[in-house]
């Protein structure tokens, strides 16, 4: 069980998104439940009393384990939701609870109003930590399952601050093979736009303690993973130098000379996406980009939808080398090169989405994109291309038009402004 909290402005843009085509309304309260536009105004009218707050609307979707996907009938997911409310404050106030059923994981959502019954306002403060315990006792009290570890989160469905907290994490598991001090991991981290910093015994030039900075939004080394704690970061550090050592003197040889010939991987072509090499025979798989042997938690990284920086990627020509961001296309086939962090978002005609959505399109490719669902501070996944490079125009399906290659796909188009506002979240 994994829930997030979500504030925004507008009931319109949130209630019409949670109300989708798959949507199943579990259940209402002091709101008309009649259809969406009922809803939104039944909503509008109570936050009309405090006209004052800026951001009145509260989302909170909640997603369970695959594991415990035969528990999840429309009873105890309506128990679990009220449940998970009370615990957090939420009561004396309209809502909704809605299940959808578009995604192979059960989950649902909760649309509240921040502005109870009484024209008070419901409070968030510290709603971060009380999430996390909140999911924990219904976790343990009803015996859900927990999670199999960070590798298995979905980073693309991710809102701050656990955006930050799992970017922060993948950053450090990138370059922490590489580190043999406080200092490499300081440095290696500005790559990524992460601040580090060492807290200091008093009145001793000691290390005691780590914290990581992103987007103004810190956590302790511990608060990201129990590895990052800085005794646990000094014992990665004493076990890369020991590595090296063993290395030059030729008693532990990483990949023999023999070997790294047999993995070498044409250069990197700037018309083509460089492609991913593997290496597989007779020894653990390995992944190359441009001429660079990724560590397999790079690798995982990238498997995950992830990012990373990569340095001495060789140019077409071979005369010298260059640094870029790298992530993979859907299908994991091929790398793409961004000079910016391809997380960040840019704008292009309706939409504002991803600098690796724009460039996967760009280059041809059908992809999931993630866009900022304009005046909600949402987003919706619509799959998104080109049918010709000099079309301006994307097109965009809510479906993926990948699965039926054979067959015209299905409520396809270009964006205009003529569509019906009721058939999809405004973008």
């Not at 502005?115 to 006792?137: A, E, G, M, P, Q």
């Not at 580190?179 to 440095?187: H, I, S, V």
């Not at 511990?222 to 004493?238: H, P």
Request: charged fraction near 30%; charge should be positive.
């Amino acid at each position: 069980m994994i829930a997030k909290n979500i504030k925004g402005k507008s009931f319109k843009g949130c209630v019409s998104y949670v109300m989708n085509e798959t949507a199943e309304l579990l259940e209402a309260e002091g709101v008309w439940a009649d259809n969406a536009k009922d809803m939104i105004r039944s909503f509008a009218m109570q936050r009309s009393g405090r006209k004052e707050i800026k951001q009145p609307v509260g989302h909170i979707p909640i997603s369970f384990a695959p594991e415990d996907k035969e528990r999840m009938t429309n009873d105890f997911m309506v128990q679990l939701a009220k449940e998970y409310m009370l615990e957090m404050g939420i009561k004396n106030t309209q809502y909704i609870i809605v299940r959808h059923h578009n995604a192979d994981n059960e989950h649902l959502h909760i649309v509240y109003n921040r502005i109870d019954n009484d024209l008070k306002l419901i409070s968030v403060n510290n709603d971060y930590k009380r999430n996390i315990k909140t999911c924990k006792k219904l976790k343990d009290k009803y015996n859900l399952t927990y999670g199999k570890g960070k590798d298995q989160v979905k980073r693309e469905k991710l809102n701050d601050p656990d955006k930050v907290k799992y970017y922060i994490h993948d950053a450090v598991r990138a370059i922490l093979p590489t580190c043999k001090n406080p200092a490499d991991l300081r440095f290696g981290l500005k790559k990524f736009g992460i601040e580090l910093e060492y807290k200091l015994k008093r009145g001793i030039n000691q290390i005691e303690g780590v914290s990581f900075r992103y987007n103004n939004i810190a956590f302790k080394g511990s608060g990201i993973d129990r590895k990052f704690s800085f005794g646990n970061l000094k014992k990665v550090f004493e076990e890369n130098i020991k590595l090296l050592q063993e290395q030059a003197k030729g008693e532990q040889s990483y990949v023999s000379k023999e070997k790294e010939e047999a993995i070498k991987e044409p250069q990197v072509q700037q018309e083509q996406p460089p492609k991913v090499q593997s290496q597989t025979e007779n020894k653990p798989e390995v992944h190359i980009i441009g001429g660079v042997k990724l560590t397999p938690e790079q690798w995982q990284i990238l498997e995950n939808g992830g990012s990373i920086y990569l340095e001495k990627i060789n140019k077409k020509d071979n005369n010298g080398t260059f640094s870029s961001y790298v992530f993979l296309n859907d299908e994991k086939d091929k790398a793409f090169l961004s000079g910016k962090n391809p997380d960040e978002f840019v704008k292009y005609e309706k939409y504002e989405m991803r600098i690796r959505d724009k460039i996967l399109i760009e280059h041809g490719c059908v992809t999931k994109a993630k866009i900022k669902w304009y005046g909600t501070g949402n987003f919706a996944y619509p799959y998104l291309w080109k049918n010709n490079k000099s079309d301006v125009n994307y097109k965009e399906s809510w479906s993926d038009p990948r699965v039926q290659k054979s067959e015209k796909p299905e409520k396809t188009h270009t964006i205009s402004k003529n569509l019906k506002k009721n058939q999809r979240p405004k973008l």
